[in-house]
């Protein structure tokens, strides 16, 4: 048991596929328009992830080692075909707004790369409950950059803006919050200066649109990696162990060139002879930091 | 479907600029960031990029119409597209190596980083969810994957050129490249109003 609930931290907090191992982008970038959707897509994946790696650690010892690729792949895309049929007939809404990347679960290198890394090597339960874990931390960074995008973008909250949950509108809300603590006559220069200054800046307040737009997408991405590398510096700094446990091609999708299966594949003597940058020893370990998740 | 050259036209234009595969639906991300160091190197994934999924999309569309749909199975089509796509690619691999060396040469050491590429098997399931025929698919395949190829080259190409710029310290490496992945997302924003 102790085993199971230290793969569930393991997956939520120490190697959260999202915040600290950058795996499964794809997904991650293209359905975090909302909340809702990344709560959605966090949770079918987590279904599949944990059956695949229930399934896969069950017939360890059956499927021979040759034709494990094609075997696990052939399991994962049942069990996104189930879920998937299974959206279609009882959340009909969450199956539109999600489309193709339901069935794009099984390209997911989270899903793969458990299999490879975890199921095919540890007994039943600890795979299951593996699977559970990465796939709870999938969930809570889809939430979280959902929650963001959307906040920032539409302005509203899992779909509900303050006018749905208090009755007023945010931002008249929000400068009920400030009358509160400035006193808009008051004798006070200064006070009432930041009172001006609070209330005309909530006031004139839109959503930025681009922010659930594609391009969003990818400077939320761009701020995530940066405190990544920040938090990356600092543990080394720390003497801290940054070097994470591998996942399927041995390293994450976003540093592929540097680090994965591409540097191998890529005109090695090249990259070989190539002249170390400056910023290349930021990417010298093959993973990122440890503290991401914690972090957010 | 009307097959007129107007509509394969703006299905051409549709899904290599207006929803480009990468800028605006995040298929294939990973081949993109990872191997668009270099405009020589990019350029070869891209044509490898544009060789498989043209491939994919003629073989997934001949299976979807002559085998899933008769037989009535076509809830199959993630379970068969995923494991046809990836024994396409080795096939192509063997293929080339031994017959056309000097097309392997060029694209050889690409093809096993498509095999579970999200955008081959991306463009199979769009072809079948949008109900395009055989020669719709084929268009769009092609289209799409001329958006992939112009989208990694030019990114490649803004590596090539910040490579020496005086980046801050946190944001060197990836996040700068997602940065200008973004702003090149924006730049495509503006064919929205192409068709």
């Given at each position: 048991m102790k085993q199971c609930m230290e793969r569930l931290y393991n997956g939520l907090?120490?190697?959260?596929?999202?915040?600290?191992?950058?795996?499964?982008?794809c997904p991650t970038l293209a359905v975090t328009t909302s909340a809702i959707n990344g709560l959605g897509m966090g949770l079918s994946t987590m279904v599949v992830l944990a059956l695949s790696n229930f399934l896969i650690s069950a017939l360890r010892k059956v499927i021979p080692d040759k034709v494990r690729i094609p075997a696990y792949i052939v399991i994962i895309a049942t069990f996104v075909t189930l879920v998937e049929l299974l959206l279609h007939a009882y959340i009909p809404v969450l199956h539109e707004s999600l489309g193709i990347y339901i069935s794009l679960i099984v390209v997911n290198c989270i899903i793969l790369g458990r299999a490879e890394a975890y199921a095919s090597k540890n007994k039943i339960l600890p795979s299951l409950f593996d699977g559970i874990g990465m796939g709870l931390g999938f969930t809570m960074a889809l939430t979280l950059i959902g929650l963001v995008r959307e906040f920032l973008?539409?302005?509203?909250?899992f779909g509900f803006s303050g006018a749905d949950l208090y009755g007023t509108p945010l931002p008249e809300l929000l400068i009920g919050l400030v009358e509160r603590w400035l006193?808009?006559?008051?004798?006070n220069e200064t006070v009432r200066f930041f009172y001006k200054l609070l209330t005309d800046e909530i006031a004139s307040f839109t959503p930025?649109?681009?922010?659930?737009?594609?391009p969003g997408a990818f400077f939320v991405l761009a701020v995530l990696t940066a405190i990544q590398n920040v938090m990356k510096e600092r543990g080394k700094a720390k003497g801290k162990d940054v070097s994470k446990i591998q996942s399927g091609c041995n390293s994450?999708?976003?540093n592929c060139s540097d680090s994965g299966c591409a540097k191998r594949l890529i005109e090695p003597e090249e990259l070989d002879s190539?002249?170390?940058?400056?910023?290349d020893d930021l990417f010298d370990d093959e993973n990122p930091g440890e503290e991401e998740a914690a972090d957010e | 479907m009307n097959d007129s050259i107007v509509q394969l036209i703006v299905i051409a234009l549709g899904s290599s600029?207006?929803?480009?595969?990468?800028?605006?639906?995040?298929?294939?991300l990973c081949p993109f960031l990872?191997?668009?160091?270099k405009v020589k190197t990019a350029a070869g994934m891209g044509g490898a990029v544009i060789f498989v999924i043209t491939l994919a999309s003629l073989v997934a569309g001949l299976l979807y119409e002559f085998i899933l749909v008769p037989l009535g199975i076509t809830f199959l089509k993630t379970i068969v597209f995923i494991l046809v796509i990836a024994a396409l690619v080795q096939f192509v691999e063997l293929f080339l190596k031994k017959y056309v060396k000097s097309l392997y040469k060029a694209l050889g050491v690409f093809l096993p980083l498509i095999t579970t590429n999200c955008a081959v098997l991306g463009v199979a399931i769009t072809n079948v969810n949008l109900e395009y025929n055989l020669l719709t698919s084929v268009v769009n395949g092609f289209a799409t994957s001329v958006g992939f190829a112009i989208a990694i080259i030019i990114l490649a190409g803004i590596r090539e050129k910040i490579e020496y710029n005086d980046i801050p310290k946190p944001f060197r490496g990836m996040p700068i490249v997602l940065v200008t992945a973004g702003l090149m997302a924006i730049a495509f924003c503006g064919f929205a109003g192409l068709i």
């Open positions: 907090i120490k190697e959260n596929p999202t915040f600290v191992l950058m795996l499964g982008m973008g539409a302005g509203t909250l006193d808009p006559n008051s004798s930025m649109g681009i922010m659930i737009l594609a994450d999708c976003m190539e002249e170390v940058c400056d910023f | 600029l207006v929803s480009n595969v990468v800028l605006s639906q995040f298929l294939g990872g191997v668009s160091k």
